[in-house]
């Protein structure tokens, strides 16, 4: 039994769900009680959906428990068919209905439906959403590509020349980050390479479309949260080579080009030319609409321009899903100049991969689905700048410190109007415009800094922070709410506590932890003005 | 889920006047939410309250998810999450509760009284919050007491979850034989200070609320005790009363004005006064709420409207869109009827009125799609895709979260559900 407040991920049917809704010509149907249709908002309000996702409930209640609830699952499924007409049928049960062992999913494959059923066993006590969308890709995938798995020692039959090389696009789905824009992106990337993009699944593709991935000739395992384990199994029964580079930020991007490259014997040398240095970047006619010109990324040149010379070292933590964490990693050190000081996932599918990149930052991966956990970990960091989940910006705000959502769980805003891939060059472009904008330009930074004595100048009106509520609670003095754990800290003087007022509300609660940190190891009771300068002399800027 | 369509002409109200309203009462897919939802709402109610949810990730994820309320850094309400070693045996399913009761008591030195909800996997499993409420008081009282009451989907819909809470508060109160006014259930502080104020100036001092402001400051209740509900969905907790000997006020509810009007004089009378003699004091805010109302009754007159099954409050609300604001009934759909509790509301609907009550969300959203509506009233995972289809919605859950009873919120009522066709009036593309 563990105590949660706020959870990372929903239980594994929830996963299923976003397989289901993700597709066209999928129904599934879900035993569960009464009020585990909320799932469906989740869909029609934050991803906006005009559609109910193709879900039917059981819905028992106290009083068909002593009934036949199993005959519930049979009527279900026959409406749910008829009135529905999928081509492919998941059966599956919620937390509750596991314990009561109707086994949904064998009663449905006892009807003698004319379509393929599904039957999901998702452990909902033991495993999360992610999981369960995995797993349920991957079943489905697997029931519906059985009867072509090829013969043990069966050889994969060799592109023809000049036939262009296809490959499948696995994992986006419903819920996802920014998925819709991802794929057109990387369909954007794969077309300047000549690779033609077979099937795109989970979303938006059919039962039928799923028949059709043995085709290519190569899967990329976009998001693996969901399709690593068709991939791996596609890998195995046919022989189908998988890309797992997630092109998301420009070294990723170009180590992704390589390896679809490699594996296609596509020459990719021109899609990898770098970028003119701060070239023209007017419009011109030859830009317009079907322009032949290569799509490229800006940010390696708005990274190298001096108005980013402000971003160096600032010090940032990460917390996502697996795959995000670890490209937001690489882009926040090597792409943008920051210090990471911290890294950490909920995924713990991901664990061992968080841990090795952590390792390599000189970090220890914070491995947790426990958001206090998280809060204090952000909290004892006092990063400049949060990149995380929806979670993760509550804490941020909390704290008053800028933040940037980058993987799910998502919120409303986290679905955007506008076209705002994370993949590929332009989501390279998103990301530095998103991650840069929470903290202030170089020049207004350097304003602040220069007209903090006026009168005008209010902490507070932080016009980066998101509007209202962002405002710290403490009085200015004692803003610095950030350092957690300050009782274990020694005192502060009046004075010392003026002066630390003085400090600009970006590094206060750096100063302030540094300066109790150094007081706590050269056994300062009182913190004074002194103490001050001293822990700034001692730790530098 | 067969369909039991039952013609019910006369469906009859238990006031004993015969109702020609349709009854249409199905079975099938419910698209409600479970009574963990109320946690939402009570726990902004009660500060020094905690709810901790004895389920599974998807209750946590429910609460979560159906309050979009993920502002507070720390809430107060949780769940222990049940795991596998907690369903393999309920000896240790008990240790384990007491051990997160403890961490969760030394993290919130502030908390007087902590409600274990019980969920449905935690009913499945038969594990007895009542007996662990018990134990669980014994060792943390005089500090915090402990209560438990279940908010399971199985036994539960959405705003039922409350009368649960209440009911098993209803043990705990102090008993009083002196006379006083129970006004019962959860409203925003404003309504009720602005209602309690109106008592007061009809000579009522007296008068205590449940859910109280503060946990611990339990209202008595006795023979003379006159409750008075101020929302529809309270039968458990009005029973509880009654077996406190508490005499329940027939009413119906504080919607509209005429709704408020008719439940201020049903508490009068309960306390010997004339109606006459009421009537002045309830003028100027009558006049006020007939005003307000007034302004948005253009937008709605002769505007056909649908409620979904959802809140409870879906026939007080017809019966205030009706009669207030001129609206015509489609269907009014409930997720369940209590016909004692309805009987005023009932009583005032057009006969020609539908209800219906459970639910077969596909065969119900035919109907939707057969009348179309210019209203419809739905949770909010049918909200956009009706939208979608081209009929406006109005959600069901930010009712239960507005301040919309009494007189000074007529008008916000009605603004609520004229607000969804004056946003499509002003919409060009």
């Given amino acids: ?115 393929p059923i599904v039957n999901l066993e998702l452990p909902a006590y033991s495993k999360k959403e992610n999981w369960g969308a995995a797993e349920t890709f991957y079943q489905l995938g697997r029931r519906l590509l059985k009867d072509q798995v090829p013969p043990p020692g069966a050889t994969r039959p060799v592109r023809a020349p000049g036939v262009r090389p296809k490959v499948n696009l696995l994992g986006p789905s419903a819920l996802g980050f920014r998925c819709r824009d991802d794929v057109t992106e990387v369909c954007r990337l794969l077309g300047e390479i000549g690779v033609q993009v077979s099937v795109v699944a989970p979303l938006g593709a059919s039962p039928a479309d799923l028949r059709r991935i043995p085709e290519a000739d190569l899967n990329i395992c976009l998001y693996p949260e969901v399709a690593k384990p068709l991939c791996d199994w596609l890998e195995r029964q046919f022989s189908m080579p998988c890309a797992r580079t997630v092109p998301i930020g420009i070294g990723a991007t170009r180590d992704f080009l390589q390896e679809v490259g490699a594996a296609l014997g596509v020459d990719v040398t021109m899609a990898l030319r770098p970028d003119v240095v701060g070239a023209s970047d007017l419009w011109s006619p030859q830009r317009g609409g079907g322009s032949t010109e290569r799509a490229r990324s800006r940010l390696p040149w708005y990274s190298r321009s001096v108005d980013s010379t402000y971003l160096t070292g600032k010090r940032v933590f990460v917390f996502a899903d697996g795959t995000h964490a670890l490209a937001a990693a690489r882009i926040a050190t090597a792409e943008l100049g920051f210090e990471l000081v911290g890294l950490g996932t909920y995924s713990r599918e991901s664990a061992k991969l968080v841990r090795a990149a952590a390792r390599d930052y000189g970090l220890d991966a914070l491995i947790t689905d426990d958001y206090l956990t998280v809060e204090q970990a952000i909290g004892d960091a006092a990063p400049e700048l949060v990149l995380g989940t929806q979670m993760e910006r509550h804490i941020a705000k909390r704290l008053s410190i800028p933040c940037a959502v980058i993987s799910t769980p998502i919120h409303v805003q986290d679905v955007p109007a506008r076209y705002g891939p994370q993949m590929g060059w332009e989501g390279a472009n998103v990301i530095f415009d998103t991650w840069v904008h929470p903290l202030m330009m170089g020049l207004e930074e350097h304003l602040i800094g220069m007209f903090r004595e006026d009168f005008e100048f209010v902490d507070g009106h932080q016009s980066h922070l998101h509007a209202g509520g962002s405002k710290p609670k403490d009085p200015p003095a004692a803003a610095a709410s950030a350092s957690v754990g300050a009782e274990k800290a020694g005192r502060w003087s009046q004075e010392g506590l003026a002066e630390l007022g003085k400090v600009p509300f970006f590094v206060r609660g750096k100063v302030r932890r540094n300066t109790e940190a150094f007081a706590q190891t050269r056994g300062i009771e009182l913190i004074t003005v002194d103490t001050l300068y001293e822990a700034k002399a001692h730790h530098g800027r | 889920m067969a369909l039991i369509q039952q013609s019910d002409a006369a469906l009859q109200a238990s006031g004993g006047c015969a109702q020609p309203l349709t009854l249409l009462r199905e079975r099938g897919q419910r698209e409600v939410f479970c009574g963990l939802t109320s946690i939402v709402w009570l726990h902004r109610r009660m500060p020094d309250a905690f709810f901790l949810v004895v389920g599974s990730r998807t209750c946590a994820h429910l609460v979560q998810s ?73 060792r943390h009282l005089p500090r915090v007491r402990v209560v438990s009451y279940s908010g399971s989907g199985i036994e539960t819909t959405f705003t039922q979850g409350e009368d649960n809470a209440l ?82 006020v027939a009413a119906p509810y504080p919607l509209g004005v005429e709704g408020t009007t008719a439940w201020i004089q049903a508490a009068a009378g309960a306390f010997g006064l004339a109606a006459n003699a009421v009537q002045p004091h309830l003028e100027a805010a009558r006049q006020r709420g007939h005003q307000a109302v007034a302004r948005y009754r253009d937008q709605l007159e002769g505007k056909r409207l649908f409620l979904l099954p959802d809140s409870q409050l879906e026939i007080p609300l017809a019966r205030f869109l009706h009669q207030e604001c001129g609206m015509v009934l489609q269907e009014v759909g409930t997720p369940y009827l209590d016909r004692l509790l309805m009987a005023a509301e009932l009583a005032q609907l057009p006969t020609t009125t539908t209800i219906s009550e459970g639910q ?70």
């Fill in chain 2, 66 to 138: 159906a309050a979009g309320v993920m502002i507070f850094a720390e809430p107060r309400f949780g769940t222990a999450i049940l795991g596998e070693r907690d369903l393999a045996g309920l000896a240790d399913a008990n240790d384990e509760l007491d051990r997160v009761v403890e961490q969760l008591l030394e993290r919130r030195p502030e908390i007087r009284t902590l409600f274990l909800v019980g969920s449905c996997p935690s009913e499945v499993i038969k594990l007895d919050l009542a007996n662990a409420a018990q134990r669980l008081s014994r």
């Fill in chain 2, 167 to 248: 009911a098993a508060m209803v043990p705990l109160l102090p008993h009083s034989e002196e006379e006083s006014l129970l006004l019962v259930g959860t409203m925003a502080d404003q309504v009720e200070d602005q209602l309690c104020r109106l008592f007061r100036q009809l000579g009522l001092s007296r008068v205590h609320t449940l859910p109280p402001r503060c946990s611990t400051d339990l209202p008595p209740v006795g023979p003379d005790t006159r409750i008075l509900l101020c929302q529809p969905y309270l039968s458990a907790t009005a029973r509880a009363l009654q077996g406190r000997g508490a005499q329940l």
């Fill in chain 1, 1 to 115: 039994m563990d105590l949660t407040l706020w959870t990372y991920e929903g239980p594994p049917h929830v996963g299923a769900m976003r397989i289901a809704t993700s597709m066209e010509g999928v129904h599934y149907v879900l035993h569960a009680p009464q009020g585990d249709t909320y799932a469906d908002l989740l869909f029609t309000m934050i991803e906006r959906r005009g559609k109910r996702p193709p879900v039917t409930y059981t819905t028992f209640q106290a009083r068909d428990l002593g009934g036949d609830t199993a005959e519930m699952v049979k009527v279900s499924v026959r409406e749910a068919v008829e009135r529905f007409q999928p081509q492919a049928l998941l059966v599956g049960e919620s937390c509750t209905a596991e314990l009561i062992q109707d086994q949904p999913g064998a009663l449905a494959s006892g009807m003698g439906l004319p379509i």
């Fill in chain 2, 360 to 429: 077969h969300v596909d065969r119900q959203l035919e109907r939707v799609r057969a009348t179309r509506p210019d209203l419809v009233v739905c949770g909010l995972g049918l909200a956009n895709p009706l939208e979608a289809e081209g009929m406006a919605t109005k959600w069901s859950i930010e009712l239960v979260f507005s301040p919309i009873q009494g007189y000074e919120q007529a008008g916000d009522l009605a603004e609520l559900f004229a607000r969804p066709l004056a946003r499509r009036q002003r919409l060009h593309f």
